[in-house]
């Protein structure tokens, strides 16, 4: 269906986030062969180092190295990307912005150790699109991926603190829970048209 439409050149690059068990890493696989022929996928950078063997404790200066990692992996796989697929829209599975909601300390300190703002940050992306955990709604969010180590509680709590960091920009989508997951993702299809598509 999108496959003969153009995308809106001006849009470079969307962080699509949300809390843990929200079903964005699903939707992102579903929307890169949606639009196939101008996104290219920037994968969820936690995944490839924790499925690598990156150590993960919950010591607050364990976790301080490990946000810090996945921040500097972020920017340097999104400029790999950028520079691999100059004429696509890159769709990243979260963003830079992430590291924040986990940091020991809070938002502040973790923009200032990274030697950035949220502002900064938040420019980097032409629109946000935000899926909201499915702890919210009490359904389970064990299933989809393995790594997860977050519980219902826990869940609920990332997502808040994510969606006050990125609901800041200026384009952002928020993809509520629903009963139905395929509502949900239909949902998340409606705001990537608006989002990149031209519209008619």
């Not at 697929?85 to 912005?97: A, H, M, Q, S």
């Not at 502002?119 to 919210?136: G, M, P, Q, S, W």
Request: glycine share 8%; with cysteine.
């Amino acid at each position: 269906m999108t496959t003969s439409i153009q995308r809106k050149p001006q849009v470079k690059k969307i962080a699509l986030t949300g809390g843990p068990g929200g079903g964005k890493s699903t939707a992102a696989e579903l929307f890169k062969r949606e639009y196939k022929d101008f996104i290219s996928l920037v994968p969820e950078v936690a995944t490839l180092l924790f499925k690598g063997g990156y150590p993960r404790f919950d010591s607050p200066l364990i976790v301080e190295s490990i946000q810090s990692s996945i921040f500097h992996v972020q920017q340097n796989i999104e400029k790999t990307y950028e520079t691999l697929f100059p004429n696509n829209t890159l769709l990243c599975d979260r963003g830079t912005v992430d590291g924040a909601a986990y940091w020991p300390a809070g938002p502040n300190d973790f923009f200032s150790k990274m030697g950035t703002t949220l502002e900064a940050e938040l420019a980097k992306y032409d629109a946000v699109i935000f899926f909201e955990t499915a702890a919210a709604g009490g359904m389970t969010i064990e299933l989809g991926n393995p790594i997860r180590n977050e519980d219902q509680r826990k869940a609920i709590e990332l997502d808040l603190r994510l969606r006050e960091l990125w609901s800041q920009h200026p384009n952002f989508v928020y993809i509520a829970n629903a009963p139905s997951f395929l509502s949900k993702i239909q949902n998340g299809i409606e705001a990537m048209n608006k989002i990149i598509l031209p519209q008619v």
